[in-house]
């Protein structure tokens, strides 16, 4: 039967169009290019060891409106856990650590407590920094045109303060380095992560991988309301009527499929490609230019406990971020997963020297590590990660309409005014399912 709806792209923003739309009664049809649903977020069973592996960690957010809201719709919600309070460990070489707990007053206030309290970050930056969050609070137009560099250093934040928050901060959210970052999008994360309380930056894991807590559940809500979901479909033109009307998408296979309306999820580079150009938005010369960003991640199994923190960010190291497997057993092998964002230099490196430079790092920040024995290394290098936003190219990002009026577009490349993230992707499903009508 012919579907109401044809979402196209079965990552986090395809399912939150497919799944919004299906909740208000919509038939819809998903198709998917490739043999896994998720995108960026996806995970699957290693036959080897049986273990769920995602194609790197991800990590949400209580401030995550879309996607929670996305996640309860499906009941993938289950599958996150939240910290109890916020907390954010830092690790310094020789195995020091301190935490970050931006939380124990509401707002602002919560904030710079936080910073007084965080060892390393400077007293001197605090007044800075103070004067910073309220320009984000209050989206001030000194943020439009600056990197997040340029916008910290006019208010005092140095090297020091730098390492000890900001950076860390920037490339876990924005997945670039301050000089590129736009301080629009840092902000962004400022105003709705830490500075709207509430528990707002509680981080939320997806224990079970997170095909349980995103595109299974999603999946099983779609069919359960009448909805397809079609794997291995490539689509590769879009038909417009006279009227400029969708009509209907062509995969590869030959295969066409008509439908009253299209929601595109895909990422920017094939959207520029796909739209037609008589809908194209006056943008869509300029999708390109948004350029990707990697992250590198390594997976080590050791043949016993480190003393790794479920997570811990890495202070001056290439590696950024560690995270402890799930099934730590008392004394037995453990999991470790090594996050490098903007991998830039790490992505054009052979699997060797990355493993090496993981190994040695862990031994050089947990010196449990260093009698520890590898028995297991893979690593994953995703090169198109996030889009590369800067603060020149952020006005190529699209909104959800095109010049076909049934024509949607969603993904977290889009005008969300968010960095490209599992929110930014659900919030522009939600957003595409809304300008159908
Ligand atoms: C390693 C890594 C770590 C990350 N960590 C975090 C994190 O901790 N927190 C966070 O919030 N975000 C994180 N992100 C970002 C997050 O994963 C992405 O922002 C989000 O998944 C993007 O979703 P999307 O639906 O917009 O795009 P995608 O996930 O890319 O989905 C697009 C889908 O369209 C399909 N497709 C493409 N072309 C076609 C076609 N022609 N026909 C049919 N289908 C097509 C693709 O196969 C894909 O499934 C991370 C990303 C990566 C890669």
Not at 29 to 50: I, M, Q, Y
Not at 74 to 84: K, N, S
Not at 359 to 373: D, N, T, Y
Request: net charge positive.
């Amino acid at each position: 039967m012919r579907p109401d709806v044809l979402v196209v792209g079965g990552g986090c923003a395809g399912l939150s169009a497919a799944t919004a739309l299906a909740e208000r009664g919509a038939r819809v049809r998903l198709l998917e290019a490739r043999a896994v649903l998720g995108g960026r977020a996806r995970s699957w069973t290693d036959p080897r060891t049986g273990e769920v592996e995602d194609n790197g960690r991800h990590l949400v957010m209580a401030c995550y409106e879309s996607f929670l809201r996305m996640a309860r719709r499906t009941g993938g919600a289950d599958a996150l856990r939240f910290q109890p309070r916020a907390e954010v460990v830092l690790l310094r070489e020789g195995g020091g650590r301190t935490a970050f707990r931006p939380e124990e007053m509401p707002g602002r206030a919560g904030l710079l407590s936080g910073l007084v309290r965080l060892r390393g970050f400077p007293l001197r930056a605090v007044p800075g920094a103070g004067a910073a969050l309220r320009e984000a609070r209050e989206e001030c137009a000194a943020l439009d045109g600056s990197s997040a560099a340029a916008w910290l250093s006019r208010h005092g934040q140095d090297a020091a303060a730098r390492e000890a928050l900001w950076d860390p901060l920037v490339l876990a959210t924005v997945n670039l380095s301050p000089e590129t970052a736009p301080a629009r999008l840092v902000a962004s994360v400022l105003r709705r992560a830490l500075l709207a309380g509430e528990g707002g930056s509680r981080i939320g894991f997806a224990d079970r991988g997170l095909d349980a807590a995103i595109a299974g559940p999603a999946e099983i809500h779609l069919r359960g309301r009448g909805g397809e979901v079609l794997r291995r479909r490539k689509v590769e033109s879009i038909e417009l009527d006279g009227r400029g009307r969708f009509v209907a998408a062509r995969c590869r296979s030959g295969e066409r499929h008509e439908a009253g309306a299209l929601v595109l999820a895909v990422p920017h580079r094939e959207a520029g490609a796909l739209v037609p150009p008589s809908a194209a938005p006056p943008t869509a010369p300029a999708w390109r230019d948004l350029g990707e960003s990697p992250i590198v991640s390594v997976r080590l199994r050791l043949d016993r406990p480190t003393g790794a923190p479920e997570m811990a960010g890495l202070v001056r190291s290439p590696v950024h971020w560690v995270f402890r497997g799930r099934e730590r057993g008392a004394g037995g092998p453990e999991r470790l997963a090594l996050v490098t964002s903007a991998a830039d230099g790490l992505a054009g490196r052979g699997r060797d020297e990355i493993v090496a430079l993981a190994v040695s790092e862990i031994r050089r920040f947990l010196p449990l590590a260093r009698g520890a024995r590898v028995v297991g290394a893979l690593v994953l290098k995703e090169r198109r990660a996030t889009p590369r936003f800067t603060p020149e190219n952020l006005a190529a990002r699209p909104g959800p309409g095109t010049g076909s009026p049934n024509l949607v577009l969603a993904g977290d490349w889009t005008d969300t005014g968010l960095p490209a993230t599992l929110e930014g992707a659900a919030l522009s499903g939600e957003r595409a399912a809304a300008a159908l009508g």
